[in-house]
């Protein structure tokens, strides 16, 4: 989760993430960024101030069954 002010313009933490921490050393990721139905509620909830998104990190299948 990341966390942000004023409608995401002013990070509340260092906003660089190393994708190697959670993919390991594999060529091949997707990043997906996205708000859930909660980040919307709390950005609604808060007018703006505070929004927050979700980060979700996908390695192929097949490269996630050799990690076995």
Do not use: C, W
């Amino acid at each position: 989760t990341n966390h942000h002010l004023i409608f995401g313009l002013l990070p509340l933490k260092d906003v660089n993430v190393n994708p190697q921490e959670y993919v390991g050393n594999r060529d091949s990721y997707m990043v997906k960024v996205n708000h859930s139905f909660e980040n919307l509620l709390i950005e609604y909830l808060t007018f703006g101030i505070y929004t927050q998104t979700t980060t979700t990190f996908y390695v192929p299948l097949k490269d996630a069954e050799n990690a076995k």
